[in-house]
């Protein structure tokens, strides 16, 4: 059965510097999607950034990066130059290629930027 | 604007009362979902719909009946709610539930929902 997992319940981070989080995933399908997805206190998941398996290099959206290590089964999301409007609940989630091709989610992260 | 409207944005209700979610959207995807966000727990999946057809229950109570009129609205039913029936629920939608695991969901803002 597929499995994300998010270790992190919560991070801090300095304003303008670069954040990890963590996400590891498990799963038997060869065909499958990783997406991160961003949740501010208004509720709406904002799509970040999306990764296929096979795909050869690392995702990039703006100041968003994964870092997509395939053999660990890890998606981690690399945010560069953290905003103050950053701050949010961040989930990693993924879906099979195979029939029932549904989108799970981690246990999300909570990330706050200092200024 | 996200594509996908949820109403109403909030909504108190009484154990006995009966009320309805409402999801619309005009994306042109013929997949909809139901998810629960409830405090410290990740999202769950709840309903799954398909070209109008229920594909998936996630072992759902009966309190919850999902309606899915046709492609674009999705309604959820609420009737006889527990106290832990309160949480955020979020519709979601995408261009196929099966098949191409590249097509993301696109989510509504979300109904909080408190059962009193």
């Known amino acids: 059965a597929q499995k994300i997992t998010q270790t992190q319940p919560g991070m801090f981070v300095q304003e303008k510097e670069a954040v990890t989080l963590d996400c590891t995933y498990d799963t038997s399908d060869p065909s499958y999607g990783l997406f991160w997805y961003k949740q501010p206190s208004s509720g709406e998941m904002i799509f970040l950034i999306y990764?296929?398996?096979?795909?050869?290099q690392n995702a990039t959206e703006g100041r968003y990066s994964l870092n997509f290590q395939k053999a660990r089964k890890s998606a981690n999301l690399v945010i560069s130059a953290s905003q103050l409007g950053d701050s949010a609940m961040y989930f990693c989630a993924m879906r099979e290629g195979g029939n029932t091709g549904k989108l799970i989610f981690g246990q999300g992260t909570t990330l706050q930027v200092k200024p | 604007e996200t594509g996908v409207t949820q109403t109403p944005r909030h909504l108190v209700m009484g154990m006995t009362n009966k009320k309805s979610l409402k999801c619309e959207q005009h994306l042109g995807h013929n997949a909809m979902y139901w998810y629960k966000q409830s405090a410290k727990k990740p999202l769950e999946l709840m309903f799954v719909y398909n070209f109008k057809e229920q594909t998936e229950n996630n072992s759902v109570p009966s309190r919850f009946s999902p309606e899915c009129p046709n492609s674009s609205h999705l309604f959820l039913h609420l009737h006889t709610l527990q106290p832990e029936d309160s949480a955020l629920y979020l519709c979601?939608?995408?261009?196929?539930?099966?098949?191409?695991?590249?097509?993301?969901?696109?989510f509504g803002s979300g109904t909080r929902l408190t059962v009193v």
């Open positions: 979601a939608s995408s261009q196929g539930s099966e098949g191409r695991a590249n097509y993301g969901y696109t």
């Open positions: 990764q296929g398996s096979y795909d050869q």
